[in-house]
Every structure is written in C-alpha cells, then in structure tokens.
C-alpha cells in the first residue's frame, strides 16, 4: 500500500498505476473532443462573428449558449446530488465554498477575456477551427502555447 502526499491532501492507494494500454485508452477522449469540435463549428459558438457580436452586445447567440450551460450544469448537479450520486472515491458531491483570494480569479477571467476578445476564440476550439479549415487559428494555437510556456516559466513566482 503506498501513500501519496500533496500539499492539500493525502491518499492511500492500494494498488500501481498501471501503464496505459496503448493509443485504445485516449479513443474516448478523441471521440469527445471530435464531438465538441463538430458541436462548436455547427452551432456557430467558434465564429468570430458570433464572438464579435457577442462583445458588441448585438447578438444573444453567444449569451444564450454561455447560459444554457450554466443552466445544464446547475440542474445536473442538483440532480446528482439528489439522487446521491459519488464521486469515483466515494465521496459525496460537492461544491467548495469561494476561495477568499479571489481576486486572483477576477484578474485571470480579465486577462482571458481580454485574449478572447482580441483573438475572436476560446481556446477550446482551436483544433475544430483548424479542422475546418480556418487558417488564422495556426496563430491562436502558437499564442496559446507561447503563454502555456511563459506560465510554467513563471508559475513558481506566482501567488497561488
């Protein structure tokens, strides 16, 4: 039996990670990111338009989408909660109350919708786009990587 340790928590495992059984195990991952890509290009919620119009408060579109799924994820909690579902551990369903730094959180959203506005995409389409054909997203994904890299670069300096 061996124990894990973190700085947040501790876990006891009673058996070895087992080594992954080739490409088959990310076959469900790369369905559902193909889903979400198809789902994103159809529904128009990677157009730069839509973003566009979004930001200029021309267009419900976006916020429609944007609600709906908070709405979706509110009541499917509520409904797992309810019927007692459990985490894979074990533990019960929860939601952590705010973090008392949150000021951190406020400045990130800031720093990430400032991006999202400038570039007219998230960044979870950003293959879907470059699936369909949208050039312009090659810069989108060089941007994200270039600040993936500059915030492990960073990270230790950082409050978190």
Do not use: N
């Not at 890509?37 to 157009?47: D, F, H, K, N």
Request: glycine share 14%; proline share 6%; aromatic share 14%.
């Amino acid at each position: 039996m061996a124990l894990l340790r973190s700085d947040e928590f501790e876990v006891e495992t009673t058996q070895q990670a087992k080594p992954l059984q080739g490409l088959r195990a990310y076959l469900p991952y790369l369905l559902a990111g193909a889903f979400f890509g198809v789902v994103a290009i159809r529904s128009e919620i990677a157009s730069w338009y839509r973003i566009y119009e979004m930001f200029r408060f021309e267009s419900f579109h976006m916020y429609g989408v944007i609600g709906s799924a908070v709405l979706t994820a509110a009541l499917s909690l509520w409904l797992l909660r309810r019927l007692g579902v459990r985490s894979l551990e074990g533990e019960p369903l929860s939601v952590r109350p705010p973090d008392p730094g949150r000021y951190r959180y406020i400045l990130g959203g800031v720093v990430f919708g400032l991006g999202w506005g400038l570039v007219g995409a998230c960044p979870g389409p950003i293959y879907a786009l470059l699936g369909s054909g949208y050039a312009g997203a090659l810069l989108i994904l060089l941007g994200a990587l270039l600040g993936t890299y500059v915030y492990g670069v960073v990270q230790s300096r950082l409050p978190h």
